[in-house]
T-cell receptor, first 114, second 114 residues
Framework: AQSVTQLGSHVSVSEGALVLLRCNYS??????LFWYVQYPNQGLQLLLK??????LVKGINGFEAEFKKSETSFHLTKPSAHMSDAAEYFC????????????FGGGTRLMVKP | GAGVSQSPSNKVTEKGKDVELRCDPI?????LYWYRQRLGQGLEFLIY????????KSGLPSDRFSAERTGESVSTLTIQRTQQEDSAVYLC????????????FGSGTRLTVV
């Protein structure tokens, strides 16, 4: 069975600083991995996904994530935080043996200080 | 439609009443998922439909919860005899069976039981 662990339920950065949101997964098969963002009072929006092509994946809003098999990690980064990045971020792994069902991490709330 | 549509967007109900939540997935998406998100928490899987196969109901928290889907169309999530702990945002998502493109989420239904 797949599982996802997001280290840090809350992360606070200053505007312009590096954003690093951590995600580790466990999977018995090569995983497909996803990051979703949830702005206040909205549904989840796909930020980026890894599907066994390039290990460095670029997404929307300047975010990127790197798949590291040896570390079973898929950390999300952005070089320079913007106030509008304040949101909840969810990492997820896809179970290809169960109809692509996604297993989500517990989420990380990103706060951006001016 | 172009996206996943959920209705109502907000629902306030009295404890003990039944409620019905609706999800209209993206046309052609064979898979449909319901999740619950309590305030400040992550996503809790409820139920999964894949085409005409028997649904995966393993996440339903009690027999007060049920869901239906006819073919690959609209789904309804019904909560009977609502309790205050049922207050949450109920998120629906759909995906295609082929590939691992992730889910497309609706904006959710915010349920408040008073």
């Amino acid at each position: 069975a797949q599982s996802v662990t997001q280290l840090g339920s809350h992360v606070s950065v200053s505007e312009g600083a590096l954003v690093l949101l951590r995600c580790n997964y466990s999977s018995s098969v090569p995983p497909y991995l996803f990051w979703y963002v949830q702005y206040p009072n909205q549904g989840l929006q796909l930020l980026l996904k890894y599907t066994s092509a390039a290990t460095l994946v670029k997404g929307i809003n300047g975010f990127e994530a790197e798949f590291k098999k040896s570390e079973t990690s898929f950390h999300l980064t952005k070089p320079s935080a913007h106030m509008s990045d304040a949101a909840e971020y969810f990492c997820a792994v896809s179970d290809l043996n169960a109809g692509n069902m996604l297993t989500f991490g517990g989420g990380t709330r990103l706060m951006v200080k001016p | 439609g172009a996206g996943v549509s959920q209705s109502p967007s907000n629902k306030v109900t009295e404890k003990g009443k039944d409620v019905e939540l609706r999800c209209d997935p993206i046309s052609g998406h064979t898979a449909l998922y319901w999740y619950r998100q309590r305030l400040g928490q992550g996503l809790e899987f409820l139920i999964y439909f894949q085409g005409n196969s028997a649904p995966d109901k393993s996440g339903l928290p009690s027999d007060r919860f049920s869901a239906e889907r006819t073919g690959e169309s609209v789904s309804t999530l019904t909560i009977q005899r609502t309790q205050q702990e049922d207050s949450a945002v109920y998120l629906c998502a759909s995906s295609s069976r082929q590939g691992a493109k992730g889910y497309t989420f609706g904006s959710g239904t915010r349920l408040t039981v008073v």
